[in-house]
């Protein structure tokens, strides 16, 4: 016996259900004797098929759990492997190793780094397929035709149907353009049912806009989207998530990920980018890199774009990690790359900002800050804006580089200045926050908060959200910058909150929290083992955190 037999197995339990439900159903119909008769049968092979089930599902887990403490282990030889090969360049170059036995030396760890590497693919190919059988991936063994000829009346009929309308459901759930089918009917529709008022109100015309631009970001990139709001879009996260995965880094992340094609990009500080499926954590792809990262990847559908220490921008496809291109910037690149349309947008410690066509790496504009770039750019689909270590705040226009305008703030700009509703929210090293207006430049309002680092703030249609690295979480009105609530925790918060439904998920240095978006009331908490290492993103039923080496899905 072995996990193969799982779904015949899960398919007989199913029909043995299914009969003996139909069995007690028809009770009247058949003598007493020949009920009993079939009760036992149905119920005795019920027992037994739901045994054996369980005691293979044991045994999958357990080889699970095995499996993935090989895989830590081989990439832990394939890591030691790669410093012993650096080490040996470092001692050519110095003089300290003659060429051949650099050579030799290299070829021996060469090798062992080669066959940790096959081990590893062998590992994850017997982990998916102990995956596949688990969770009943491709169980199609199941027919609904044996049932129709067993329950040959209305009843077999309305079955047939209920599995008629799971199916729908199910690729209703699994088919993205479904879903953008459904969201275009949705504003047509109701465009052409306020198409007269709009005419006679030009201000539910924008308020119309205002409401359809304010959807929740898809997590694509850092801070959700272009605008970087830090509203993610969540299918259900009322109660205390549990844990549903964990992805085990080579090192430490500190690139927080972005979610695209059903998967989730994260990058290590040892240089190495990684995919894994966003239902099970599953690797789908690693590729290794010179440079560690801060920098968080942005995602299309064919390509991640991400920048590293050494100033370098690359372009890897999405589907299996191969180097697309490669852009030099001269300088670190600890800003996250904004992808918008067939453009890459990102900024350097040099001071500059980049638009590098998607497609195939070009320069297309750069511009200068006058300052160190650590922020990420944002958009509204016109203008990018950008803030610099020197205090100033820059809007670039999207297609030619050409300087829109210009502001100055208080300190230093790291965190990343949100775009929502015709302004640019901005925070400075000194914890400001300031709101500009998105087309001119004009201050609209300044809240001294408390210190806040590099913490981003997050953004909703009435709130900006701020947390400090004294514990406090603090919700100011958008309109006029009044504060609505403040929230005070033992913990600092030094990672930047996200804004998920009626909820604001903060990441504490071992918690993460969720706290009432119009209250500020906690919700719940939960504890991690790793000391935090990245903000937290939401992406359809999925909270995803990082901490030192590890990625944790809840949901």
Known sequence: ???????????????????????????????????????????????HLQERVQSLSRDGKEKTASLKDEIVHQRLRIRLARKEIDELDSLLQDGAISEDDHQKEKQRFSLRKEGAKRKLRGLRKELDEIDFYLNEVGDVSYSKEK????????????????????????????????RVLVVVVLIVGV????????????????????????????GTMYRGGEARTGLYSYEAILARPIEAWAFQSTSRIRSTPAV??????????????????????????????????????????????????????????????????SYDTGAAVISSPLLVNEVV???SRNGQIYALDRSN?????????????????????????VGNEQGLVHAFDIETGNEKWVAEVDAGVVATSPFIDGKVIVRSRQGAIYAFAASSGQRLWRQDVDRGGSASV?????????????????????????????????EPFGYSPAVVGNHVILRSRHSVLSVGLDTGETHWSLETEETATTSPVAAGSMLLVASGNQLQAFR
């Open 191 to 218: 465009g052409a049912l306020t198409y007269p008022h709009i005419q006679e109100n030009s201000w539910s015309a924008q308020r119309l806009f205002h409401v359809i631009t304010m959807q929740p970001d898809p």
């Open 260 to 325: 695209a094609n059903d998967a989730v990009y994260l990058a290590s500080d040892d240089g190495t980018v990684f995919a894994a499926a966003l239902q099970n954590g599953q690797p789908l792809w690693e590729t290794e890199t010179s440079g560690s990262y801060t920098s968080s990847p942005a995602v299309g559908e064919d390509a991640a774009f991400i920048g590293n220490m050494n100033g370098k921008v690359l372009a890897l496809n999405a589907e299996s990690g191969a180097q697309v291109w």
């Open 345 to 347: 947008y990102v900024g």
């Open 361 to 385: 790496g070009d320069l297309r504009w750069k511009a200068d800050t006058g300052g160190e770039v650590y922020s990420s750019p944002s958009s509204d689909g016109k203008t990018v804006f």
């Open 1 to 47: 016996m072995d996990l193969a037999d799982l779904p015949r197995l899960r398919s007989d339990l199913r029909e043995t259900r299914s009969l003996l439900a139909r069995l007690k159903e028809r009770a009247d119909d058949v003598s007493t004797s020949r009920y009993d008769d079939l009760e036992a049968k149905y119920s005795q092979k019920l027992d």
């Open 147 to 178: 049932v129709r000829d067993r329950l040959s009346d209305s009843t077999a009929w309305m079955s047939d149907t209920w599995y008629r309308f799971l199916d729908l459901t199910w690729l209703m759930r699994q088919t993205r353009y479904f």
């Open 458 to 490: 997050a953004v909703s249609r009435d709130y900006v959200i701020a947390s400090t690295t004294s514990g406090e979480v603090q919700a100011y009105r958008l309109e006029d910058g009044s504060r609505a609530w403040m929230t005070a925790y033992d």
